[in-house]
């Protein structure tokens, strides 16, 4: 007995059944960025480990990790602020002047470590209230009233200093950047911390689905009886206590708290990991595993081509091409497949 033939007719059909199911599952890949920078990181840590034989050795992957943990809880911060359609340019020049105030508390006028870490946080919550102030009782642009806070930082920064790091901190800075748990950085295990909580917050809270709201429409927010304005000062206070945390990590790793730290550009790379890891810079959506996934191929793409030994300047451009190209990804997903963004 022959085995039966198909025709194209009768083909037809399953052509045109697996046509949906590709287009679907299109769809879905197209509507969770996420996944798309999680495949990112994947083949950016093998291209680097073949390309360059010491990139995936223990030393360099710690190093990694005290990298990914100062600018990706910056990052965390940032998305709490762009998701309400914000902006947050101060957070790497409080950074950097918490970790001046922190040594400045600790080695010139002999407070306690832990009190001088504590102070500090809690002057950058207040930096971050004033934020929000501005912005919900005056209606001062984000844009405007954080690059003012940034550049006052750099001053006081500098003019706390006299431009001249602080020496003699407590070894408790030290112990809290250059300390292990296993093999894995402490400031490693705080980013880990850190993105496990903002993600409860965010995704499992109440509070945090009305950021999202907030975010996508702040009227209808309004209407809906979420308190906007409260929502919007939280993101601004939880951004600025975030920079001030990851200054004191900084001064740790250093060994000096040093003003020029200000001007090093952490925020225009905590904006890109936001952006990169699927936030959308119109507010109201964006996932802490993006975000964090973001500030991972960030790190992978800058260590690798250092691993490579590729000039530095070329790494900031390659953080802006692989930004631009995040952007132009997510304004074609929006165009092309219904996604609902603005």
């Given at each position: 007995m022959s085995a039966p033939t198909l025709t194209p007719a009768d083909a037809a059909p399953d052509a045109e059944s697996a046509r949906p199911q590709s287009s679907s599952l299109l769809r879905k890949l197209a509507a969770t960025p996420e996944a798309g920078v999680v495949l990112a990181c994947v083949v950016a840590f093998i291209v680097f480990s073949?390309?360059?034989?010491?990139?995936?050795?223990?030393?360099?992957?710690?190093?990694?990790?005290?990298?990914l943990a100062e600018f990706g809880?910056?990052?965390?911060?940032?998305?709490?602020?762009?998701?309400?359609?914000?902006?947050?340019?101060?957070?790497g020049g409080l950074a950097g002047l918490a970790g001046v105030l922190a040594g400045w508390f600790n080695a010139t006028h002999g407070m306690p470590a832990p009190l001088a870490i504590v102070l500090t946080l809690a002057i950058c919550?207040?930096?971050g209230y004033w934020h929000g102030t501005m912005v919900n009782r005056l209606n001062v642009p984000p844009f405007v009233i954080t690059l003012v806070t940034f550049t006052i930082c750099k001053g006081l920064a500098l003019s706390i200093t006299s431009g001249t790091p602080i020496t003699g901190?407590?070894?408790?800075?030290?112990?809290?950047?250059?300390?292990?748990i296993g093999s894995v950085p402490i400031p490693a295990v705080i980013f880990l911390v850190v993105?496990?909580?903002a993600w409860f917050a965010l995704e499992r809270t109440y509070a945090g689905?009305?950021?999202?709201?907030?975010?996508?429409?702040?009227e209808a927010a309004r209407l809906a009886g979420i308190p906007v304005r409260k929502r919007i000062?939280?993101?601004?206070?939880?951004?600025?206590?975030?920079?001030?945390?990851?200054?004191?990590?900084?001064?740790?790793?250093?060994?000096v708290a040093d003003p020029s730290v200000s001007a090093s550009g952490y925020e225009l790379t905590a904006i890109a990991a936001a952006v990169v890891g699927g936030v959308s810079l119109f507010g109201g959506e964006g996932r802490i595993v993006g975000i964090a996934a973001g500030a991972i191929l960030l790190e992978f793409i800058s260590n690798g081509l250092l691993a490579m030994n590729?000039?530095?300047y070329y790494q900031t451009v390659a953080q802006g091409v692989v930004l631009g190209v995040a952007i132009l990804a997510d304004r074609i997903r929006a165009k092309y497949f219904g996604a609902s963004r603005k």
């Amino acid at each position: 007995m022959s085995a039966p033939t198909l025709t194209p007719a009768d083909a037809a059909p399953d052509a045109e059944s697996a046509r949906p199911q590709s287009s679907s599952l299109l769809r879905k890949l197209a509507a969770t960025p996420e996944a798309g920078v999680v495949l990112a990181c994947v083949v950016a840590f093998i291209v680097f480990s073949i390309a360059a034989p010491t990139y995936h050795n223990t030393d360099n992957l710690q190093v990694m990790g005290r990298d990914l943990a100062e600018f990706g809880i910056l990052a965390i911060g940032e998305s709490f602020v762009i998701l309400t359609g914000g902006i947050d340019l101060s957070v790497g020049g409080l950074a950097g002047l918490a970790g001046v105030l922190a040594g400045w508390f600790n080695a010139t006028h002999g407070m306690p470590a832990p009190l001088a870490i504590v102070l500090t946080l809690a002057i950058c919550a207040g930096v971050g209230y004033w934020h929000g102030t501005m912005v919900n009782r005056l209606n001062v642009p984000p844009f405007v009233i954080t690059l003012v806070t940034f550049t006052i930082c750099k001053g006081l920064a500098l003019s706390i200093t006299s431009g001249t790091p602080i020496t003699g901190l407590s070894n408790v800075f030290g112990d809290l950047s250059l300390y292990y748990i296993g093999s894995v950085p402490i400031p490693a295990v705080i980013f880990l911390v850190v993105a496990v909580v903002a993600w409860f917050a965010l995704e499992r809270t109440y509070a945090g689905r009305q950021i999202y709201a907030v975010g996508g429409n702040p009227e209808a927010a309004r209407l809906a009886g979420i308190p906007v304005r409260k929502r919007i000062t939280t993101t601004y206070m939880v951004s600025s206590t975030l920079a001030g945390l990851v200054g004191i990590l900084i001064i740790g790793r250093l060994g000096v708290a040093d003003p020029s730290v200000s001007a090093s550009g952490y925020e225009l790379t905590a904006i890109a990991a936001a952006v990169v890891g699927g936030v959308s810079l119109f507010g109201g959506e964006g996932r802490i595993v993006g975000i964090a996934a973001g500030a991972i191929l960030l790190e992978f793409i800058s260590n690798g081509l250092l691993a490579m030994n590729v000039n530095e300047y070329y790494q900031t451009v390659a953080q802006g091409v692989v930004l631009g190209v995040a952007i132009l990804a997510d304004r074609i997903r929006a165009k092309y497949f219904g996604a609902s963004r603005k």
